[in-house]
Nanobody, 122 residues
Framework: VQLQASGGGLVQAGGSLRLSCAASGLTFSYYAVAWFRQAPGKQREFVAGVSSGGSITYASSVKGRFTISRAGAKNTVYLQTSSLKSEDTAVYYC?????????????????WGQGTLVTVSS
């Protein structure tokens, strides 16, 4: 099983990026999938998640600015970010857990991607 996160980069404040999480060795539609992020010197925090049934949860800090979605045929989950702020700068990780709802607790996930760095310049 492998999760491959990509799409990070350097962007100016107010800009947008689309992050992708592609899975191999498992079928994403049977899993709850979430995005977490970790800024330098800070703990990993929940950003957004989509359950196996399609229910979506966002952290309050990104609600209205980020959108999580599935592309079932591509076995990929996206995180569309917009109106980026300097405080969004972090390494973003995708994670998956088997046939359950989303949890904001990082220890609740079975599989993790390697992370993709998002840097927002002000």
């Amino acid at each position: 099983v492998q999760l491959q996160a990509s799409g990070g980069g350097l962007v100016q404040a107010g800009g947008s990026l689309r992050l992708s999480c592609a899975a191999s060795g498992l079928t994403f539609s049977y899993y709850a999938v979430a995005w977490f992020r970790q800024a330098p010197g800070k703990q990993r925090e929940f950003v957004a998640g989509v359950s196996s049934g399609g229910s979506i949860t966002y952290a309050s800090s990104v609600k209205g600015r980020f959108t999580i979605s599935r592309a079932g045929a591509k076995n990929t989950v996206y995180l569309q970010t917009s109106s980026l702020k300097s405080e969004d700068t972090a390494v973003y990780y995708c994670a998956a857990r088997w046939l359950t709802v989303v949890t904001s607790t990082s220890t609740g996930y079975d599989y993790w991607g390697q992370g993709t760095l998002v840097t927002v310049s002000s």
